[in-house]
């Protein structure tokens, strides 16, 4: 008995030592982002529409557990999105229009990257985890090569086949960090935020989790126009 499970063991022992594994690289990034209370870092989005056409925009993030986020886009123009543990916040200045929706009512506050801003349990969002394959998808390829990535399938995409989000690949970096996610959706859509100068415990002031419209800004209740459509 012993002599068959020799072999067995050692393949699985070369397996393990030539490529990652997913339970390690998932411990690793739930255990970096579970340890701080807050963190702040410089991000880069591309958003591609499956045609050749997108976008990109880029800024500072800052994430304050529990369920608090903000991000300042700079560049192309300026921008805010917020999440004060209550309500969402969606203001660009050249609009003079700020909108707002209830968390638990909001499709967009920036999941999965809200697991963040939360207890970082990738097992409440991922129906399976596991190491993706770079052959089979060039995305996967890491941006560094002591990078890992995470191909994450979501619990929404099994239940309901329009799921707004398909996949999901997290690229994670040997210290636990995340350098990128990929965000899939039906009809080739793909949102992809890159991360840079991650900082843990940062003193980040209240202030920084709190809206004030400033003064001739209209506030529109994402709420109330959706009871206006139904």
Known sequence: MFRTLLP????????????PDALVVRHALESRYRQARSFQAVFFERYSDGNGGGSAESGTVYFSRPDRMRWDYESPQPKLFLVDGTNVWYYVPADHV??????????????????????????????????????SEPNA??????????????????????????????????????????????????????FSNWRENVEIPEIKFHFVPPAGVSIVDEQSLLNGVQ
């Open 98 to 135: 700020a909108s707002r929706a209830r968390i638990k009512q909001s499709t967009d506050w920036r999941t999965p990257i809200a697991l963040l801003a939360g207890k970082i349990q990738l097992g409440e969002f991922c129906r399976s985890i596991s190491i993706a394959d770079p052959a």
């Open 8 to 19: 067995a063991l050692s393949l699985a022992l070369l397996a393990s030592a030539s490529s």
């Open 141 to 194: 390829r890491p941006l560094d090569p002591g990078d890992s990535v995470l191909r994450c399938i979501p619990k929404s995409a099994s239940r309901d086949p329009d799921s707004a989000i398909e996949e999901v690949l997290f690229e994670v970096e040997p210290e636990g960090y995340l350098a990128r996610i990929i965000i899939h959706q039906p009809g080739n859509l793909q949102i992809e935020f890159r």
